[in-house]
């Protein structure tokens, strides 16, 4: 359980400080707390009362100042004297109730900083219209979507105020949420009760004077974050040479493999770094080329050429499990990558490593960072956790070498990071770095006729689409089973199943078992053109996913941010990590895995009801824009390895001082 701060800007607030720890104790009774309040120059009797506080409750701590120096520097000094990896500052005025606490920090499982978003306000008519003045011209000036930034109820995760807080200056306390997005990390709103205080007095003021000071301090802030920009563009034009080791890659333009991790590296070039991929060979694919400014070497791993069927198809550890062949080919793979990253490392000089999968590439990563003293970054999915886990238990030493050698870990969900601590993983090393969607690119829509003709899609009929590859832990024939129970609601009803995979030929005799040829339609791979058609066509889209009989499951859902972003309501399962995807009736829907009556449940409800399509389609939007886009994810990386690389240097100056 996660150590809780709860920190108290508290000025001329001597009447509410007593009822507000009163109130803080009962709410997170049972949890591991501390609150340390900040005494900020008060002449009304409070220092005596914080006194007698300390000495009635264990949890308590003052600091004090004998003058005034704001809120902004109150919370400064909080944070610096905390202990917990969750931040909690909440105004002391009992305007905010510490009964929100809980539900913002659930929420921090989405996002690294929550805001609580004020409504129905108990402020006068002055204070609230200049309120909404003030977060109109935030939004305006700094391209974001707030609207309660100056909220006396904020939550963090201790990485956020550790990345800003020696940044900000007197008064910018308003403008820690614009700081937290400008520096990658995720922000959400979540609305909160307003009450009218009952005792002290407010310490607004609408003079000229304060209202300058607070424009001359949104100018500073903006001029602040332009030199960050600059001065971050001149970090990166020494670029960093990065060597991204991968068992797929897209093998020419417009090839559906591996989308998430091409458009990584894409963004990560976009930002100024130097992108080296090195990837396994495909007949009829280039040795080497450059892709959108990433640098492609292919390795070959066998002769003849034919007989390299470990990678690509459907997929590494599917190809291992189907075929001996494929297994006799991994010594071969793991010897050439090796070679071929080497060669790498030695022509392009490279800075740091980034092994895609923890096994095979983690294992190769290692022994290149003994070979080049190159510092290491491993991605992590759910996926081999789980395989390590049961079908290849031989694999967990290796794994758990991976995972100890490496310098970064980069699991793509907090479900992944979980299931890392079994593994006994230094939690210190490990940053949750999501995969991400283009947001931009996913806003477009398209109408192709002739591609719904296909399909049989008619004009009003709705349609239920879902993609992903065709395997066990995807669930496809539960949400081909619910189809019976919609058709009875919606005759005209139609699913379309997008990929392909293992299990086709099984959900297509499922399909005819069940006498829904007219209504569920497998459609193999397509083309990303024609996904969007499909995309932009559907009425919902929904990922049925289990945990399949091996423990494997989802490890994120990036499928559902792209309906998201395509501004479609989802229905999903709660297993994995798409909780983080999809919050509960907020963003989506989310039913118990392999019950197909939830699924159709939830389906019916989203085509009957506009309301509360018409919300999850937009928060959904907003949601994925602010959180999951792929420029936030590229800079979360882009953090990481720069921090890696900089410690590396750091570390050969200090060996090189005391030689």
């Known amino acids: 359980m996660s150590k809780i701060s709860v920190l108290i800007p508290a ?23 501390e609150v340390i309040i900040v005494n900020d120059g008060n002449q009304d009797g409070s ?26 520097r109150a919370i400064k000094d909080g944070f610096q004297g905390s202990k917990g990896d969750v931040i909690v500052v909440i105004d002391a005025d009992l305007q905010y109730s510490p009964e929100n606490i809980p539900k913002l920090i659930e929420e921090l499982k989405h996002a690294d900083l929550v805001n609580g978003l004020r409504v129905d306000r108990k402020d006068g008519i002055t204070r609230v219209l200049e ?89 500073s802030v903006k001029a602040f974050l332009m030199k960050l920009e600059r001065r971050t563009e001149i970090i990166t034009t020494q670029k960093q040479k990065v060597c991204i ?15 998430f991790l091409y458009e990584l590296c894409r963004h990560l070039v976009k930002i100024g770094h130097e992108v080296h991929v090195v990837a396994p060979h495909y007949p009829g694919a280039p040795k080497f080329e450059k892709m959108e400014g990433i640098n492609v070497h292919r390795f070959v791993y ?29 010594p071969f793979y793991i010897v050439s990558l090796l070679k071929k990253t080497l060669t790498v490392v030695k022509e392009f000089e490279i800075d740091v490593f980034t092994a895609y999968w923890a096994i095979p590439q983690g294992i190769v990563g290692v022994l290149a960072k003994k070979i080049t003293r190159k510092p290491l970054i491993t991605r992590i999915f759910p996926v081999e956790l789980a395989l390590a886990g049961s079908k290849y238990k031989f694999c967990q030493p290796l794994l758990k070498a991976v995972i100890a050698e490496s310098d970064g870990i980069a699991p793509i969900s907090n479900y992944t990071f979980k299931r890392l601590m079994e593994l006994n993983c230094n939690p210190k090393k490990v940053e949750v770095i999501p995969e991400g969607v283009d947001y931009k690119k996913l806003r477009r829509k398209r109408h192709d006729p002739q591609l719904l003709e296909r399909y049989g899609i008619k004009k009003g009929q709705k349609i239920v689409l879902s993609v992903g590859r065709l395997v066990q832990r995807k669930g496809f024939e539960y949400l081909i089973r619910a189809m019976p129970y919609l058709r ?48 932009s066509r559907a009425d919902v889209f929904v990922l049925p996913s289990i945990v399949d009989s091996k423990g494997d499951t989802e490890g994120l859902g990036v499928v559902l941010l792209e309906a998201m972003a395509f501004r479609k309501p989802v229905v999903a399962t709660k297993v994995g990590g798409i909780p983080e995807a999809v919050i509960h009736r907020k963003t989506g829907l989310l ?13 019916q409800e989203i085509l009957s009801n506009q309301r509360l399509s018409a919300s999850l389609k937009e928060n959904g939007r907003k949601w994925v824009m602010e959180t999951f886009d792929y420029p936030i994810i590229a800079q979360k990386f882009h953090r990481l390895i720069n921090s890696l690389s900089h410690k590396r240097r750091y570390a050969l100056l200090l060996d090189s001082a005391r030689g």
Request: overall charge positive; hydrophobic content about 35%.
């Open 11 to 33: 000025y001329m607030e001597g009447e509410n400080l007593p009822r507000l720890i009163k109130q803080l104790r009962e709410t997170l009774r049972g949890k591991d707390f």
């Open 47 to 72: 220092v005596q009362v914080v006194k007698d506080l300390e000495k009635k409750y264990v949890e308590v701590k003052g600091l004090f100042s004998n003058e005034r120096r704001g809120k902004t």
């Open 131 to 219: 309120s909404k003045i003030y977060n109109l011209l935030v939004r305006f000036f700094f391209g974001v979507n707030f609207h309660d930034c100056n909220s006396g109820l904020k939550v963090f995760k201790r990485k956020v105020l550790e990345d800003i807080v020696d940044q900000i200056k007197d008064g910018w306390h308003r403008y820690v949420l614009i700081l937290a997005v400008k520096k990658g990390h995720s922000v959400t709103e979540v609305p909160i009760r307003h009450y009218t205080r009952t005792a002290g007095r407010s310490k607004f003021s609408s003079s000229p004077q304060k209202l300058l000071g607070g424009f001359c301090n949104m100018l």
């Open 245 to 259: 080791l991968t068992s797929s890659f897209p093998r020419y333009e417009g090839d559906p493999v591996s989308p």
């Open 302 to 330: 066998f002769w003849p050429k034919k007989l390299q069927i470990l990678a690509y198809g459907n997929r590494m550890p599917s190809n291992i499990a189907e075929s001996k062949l494929a297994k006799l080919l991994i």
């Open 488 to 535: 009875s609601s919606f005759p005209s009803i139609r699913l379309l199943i997008v990929g392909s995979g293992p299990r086709e030929r099984y959900l297509k005799s499922l399909t005819r078992k069940m006498r829904l040829e007219d209504v569920v339609v497998l459609t193999g791979e397509i083309a990303e053109e024609e996904l969007i058609t499909l995309y």
């Open 591 to 603: 039913v118990d895995h392999k019950d197909s009556i939830s699924l159709a449940r939830a389906i």
